[in-house]
């Protein structure tokens, strides 16, 4: 069960102190994503976010895949549970670009304002998820907490401000929610009838078992 923790200070580290840091990640990792430390001090590395989106997102609708709603050239879909995608950035990227990337990346129309990312860690036998402010650097706490996922992982998630905020939704938007509400209820409602039809015919022959003259 995930849990709400404080955000962590940023401690500044010193070019050497980097450079060391980044040594120590490179011969831990085990899927080739390694940092590299440029002259000017700033590093590039690998991220991966992993995708929990509740809501449909808009996408162009060459680019969509799924169970989708369509309005003009752009496509309400459902993105698939559990997808993680990866990201080359820098240690001067913000988690505002790092938004705006993973959104570019999918050819995703929805204002980034949406979105927010977070950072996932274990400790104590205890998940802890915090929110990252949009001036924080994805990669320097990727650097420091080194390249196992297990100890720290990054998921997007939509803005929790506890309702929708409706008034961020393009009309095209909200109108193909409303489809895709639609098209779900239908398929909802034919399942239900389904099931109560087995059911009723299940009652009606045992209740021709029980009745039936012997």
Known sequence: KDVEKEREPHVYLSKEEVKEKIQSYNSSVTDKLKMTLNANGIYTGFIKVQMELCRPITVQSSQSQGRCAHS??????????????????????????????????????????????????HKEDQVYTCKLSDREHPLYLRLVAGPRTEMLSFVLREHETGEVMWEAFSIPELQNFLRILDKEENEQLQSLKKRYAAYRDKLEEALGGVWKPG
């Open 72 to 121: 003009n050239n752009e496509t309400a879909f459902y993105l698939p549970d559990g997808c993680v995608n990866t990201l080359h950035i820098s240690s001067a990227n913000t988690v505002r670009e790092v938004i705006e990337a993973l959104l570019k990346k999918f050819f995703v129309a929805d204002n980034p304002a949406k979105f927010a990312l977070y950072k996932r860690c």
